[in-house]
């Protein structure tokens, strides 16, 4: 005997399905999902019908909406001239019409599980999708702002059946577009973080510096996490990974100095060791090109440079006395040379180095001159710098080394240790070992051309700005008001958690700030495909355009 879907439904709860092909009431009472295609067009008209809805309603109401009489009739008029039409071929009026439409859809629609993607496509491909802005805000605030419209508007195209529905939909959308941006923002974050576009970390990296988690992050989470540095126990953990930070930033920033003359600073040198080393291999590169060079002619082109620096100086209105001062630090030069105007490269450090100790002495006068004058040795020094350069480029390549490109170099890295000379010997910097401030500082105090600092472009600004922006403490911990309230913050911390608790929290702590750990954190955080900016900002931007999909999520059925 065939089974009977109807005898079945009407039988007895006795009644056991398994006995006829495992199919139970509940299945078959459920209707079947609605076709694909019905679904998709459903997902389309919606809009269409939301906006009719809504339009009807500025007509029955034009006051809501428009001030002006006029247009208020104008619209009343049309309304009842669209319905009049309507009866005048047998139809409904539009506002039945629409609301018979809604209620079969409804009773009719039975959606798939899950998302159906089918009426959202719908929803999508209608033209009213045009008019999603573009999120060109660049604040959260105007982005959630951009988001809530947009929202309320595509949740004012669902159909509804009542008002109350229709301001339960507008809330849902003013609440749902004002969330999209902040979630698409962090959607965007995790695609290309703002560390992995940030120049400076990018630099720190190269100098072998790997930044601890808040600095990597920078902002409150750097300042929150210099501020933990206080606790007891897990304090001195993230102090230990934030110091080792600073050691790196120097020994980088030496191996970049010993670069230039193609040596390296050794492991594990301490305290002015690295300073020491770093001048004692400048120097010893800078004597092996000026041996090489060998006697260098007193060209025409320093001589004349030196007669307009001293006829700078009488104009100034000195005195004979500090002329003949000038005319002291010129000596050795004019001695050193012999009858043809060559000078030695033995003669020549000679002179420099006593050129170099007299402008020390007249920076460190009160004359009223002194500094006047200092101005004009260190001109003198370097207009025979530039002299020494253009012998070098003169000779060319001499024992298979281009000397001018050697020597170039070798001054390169004199000018770049000098900064970590002053920044070694600042007040504060104990044993010579300079926080990134004390060297930004140092940078700063010597470029010549304040121009240049002020365009970021100063030697060796770059590394002194990234060090200083990300790995240079923004608070004092040296405060010992800051360090008590710190260990009382811990201790209290430890009291309400347990001291087992607090202790299992400093374990973590250091799960987090060994080295191999902040490498790949650093890793993860920093490293994006070249891709993940633009994604980040076509995902920001274009958010708005997903709320087109309201009305189908928006929308109800019968199912």
């Known amino acids: 005997m065939a089974f009977n879907p109807d005898e079945y439904l009407q039988s007895s709860g006795n009644f056991n399905p398994d006995e006829f092909l495992g199919v139970t009431k509940e299945e078959l009472k459920k209707k079947p999902v609605t076709p694909i295609g019905e679904r998709f067009a459903t997902g389309f008209k919606e809009p269409f019908l939301g906006g009719a809805q809504r339009a009807i309603e500025v007509g029955k109401a034009p006051q809501a909406f428009v001030t002006n009489p006029l247009i208020n009739l104008m619209n009343v008029l049309g309304q ?29 629609y039975v959606a798939p599980e899950g998302i159906d993607f089918a009426r ?24 959630v702002l951009t988001g809530a419209g947009t929202g309320g508007i595509y949740s004012m195209l669902a159909p509804t059946t009542s008002q109350e529905e229709l301001q339960s939909n507008i809330g849902t959308g003013l609440l749902t577009g004002g969330l999209l941006p902040v979630v698409t923002s962090a959607l965007g974050r995790v695609i290309s973080p703002n560390a992995s576009t940030n120049a400076e970390i990018k630099t720190l990296k190269e100098m072998g510096v790997t930044p601890t988690l808040g ?46 003359v193609d040596e390296k600073l050794p492991q594990n040198l301490k305290g002015r060791d690295p300073l020491s080393y770093t ?70 450090k000679k002179a420099e180095s006593n050129l170099s100790k007299q402008i020390n002495s007249l920076r460190r006068s ?44 070798t001054n390169k890295a004199w000018a770049m ?17 300079f926080t ?14 304040k121009g240049r600092y002020a365009t970021g472009d100063a030697l060796l600004q770059n590394i002194s700005d990234a060090a200083k922006n990300v790995i240079g403490n923004k608070i004092s911990n040296a405060n010992p008001y800051i360090r ?73 059925n019968n199912e």
């Open 436 to 449: 990134p401030a004390q060297f930004a500082s140092a940078v700063r105090q010597l470029e010549p051309s």
């Open 279 to 348: 001048k004692q291999k400048i120097q010893a590169s800078y004597d092996n090109v000026l041996n090489d060079l060998g006697a260098i002619k007193v060209d025409g082109i320093f001589n004349q440079q030196t007669d307009e620096l001293t006829n700078m100086l009488r104009q100034s209105g000195m005195g004979a006395e500090e002329i003949g001062k000038f005319n002291f630090m010129l000596n050795p030069l004019r001695t050193a040379q012999n009858e043809s105007g060559y000078i030695t490269a033995e003669s020549l």
């Open 484 to 556: 008590a309230a710190g260990n009382v913050i811990g201790l209290g911390t430890a009291a309400v958690a347990g001291i087992p608790n607090y202790l299992t929290a400093a374990v973590g702590t250091y799960g987090i700030y060994n080295p191999i750990s902040q490498k790949l954190i650093n890793k993860a955080l920093t490293e994006r495909p070249d891709l993940a900016p633009a994604i980040r900002e076509f995902i920001n931007q274009q958010s708005p355009k997903a709320l087109s999909v309201m009305p189908s999520l928006l929308g109800k």
């Open 80 to 108: 009842k001239s669209f319905d009049v039409g309507l009866k005048a071929t047998g139809q409904k009026p539009a506002t039945e019409q629409i609301q018979q439409d809604i209620a079969q859809t409804r009773k009719n």
């Open 120 to 143: 959202i496509g719908g929803n999508i491909v209608n033209p009213t999708t045009l008019i999603s802005p573009t999120n060109v805000a660049t604040g959260i605030g105007g982005k």
């Open 215 to 260: 600095q990597t992050l920078g902002g409150r989470a750097n300042l929150y996490e210099e501020k933990a540095t206080s606790l007891p126990i897990i304090g001195d953990i993230i102090a230990n990974a934030r110091t080792k930070n600073e050691e790196k930033f120097r020994t980088g920033l030496f191996n970049k100095i010993l670069d230039n």
């Open 366 to 409: 009160d004359n009223v001159y002194a500094n006047t004058l200092a101005d004009a040795g260190s001109q003198l020094k370097s207009n025979l710098t530039d002299m020494i350069q253009r012998h070098a480029q003169n000779l060319g390549e001499v024992n298979g080394k281009n000397l001018a490109n050697e020597l170039q170099k």
């Open 417 to 433: 240790f000098k900064r970590t000379e002053k920044a070694a010997g600042a007040a504060g910097a104990d044993m010579g070992e």
